[in-house]
């Protein structure tokens, strides 16, 4: 849906999943740009389709580096 689809009229996202195509962060990446409020957590965009990390998000999320989120116990 975020690579195909007009996200013009949408205020906010919520993208939780940890894994996103490039063409739909390259596109999120405009959205957010021109005004789009984008609300993730410490995995979500975390990787594209090939499990690379997704570096074309980290400017719009005020990030400079990305590293693993570490956890305190096992999950």
Do not use: F
Request: charged share 25%; aromatic share 8%.
């Amino acid at each position: 849906m975020l690579e195909k689809r007009d996200l013009s009229h949408l205020k906010v996202i919520y993208a939780m999943a940890p894994v996103l195509t490039r063409a739909a962060a390259v596109k999120l990446e405009a959205w957010v740009k021109n005004g789009g409020t984008l609300y993730t957590s410490a995995w979500g965009l975390r990787y594209d389709e090939a499990m690379k990390p997704l570096d074309p998000l980290q400017a719009v999320l005020g990030l400079k580096t990305r590293n693993t989120p570490e956890t305190w116990c096992a999950i």
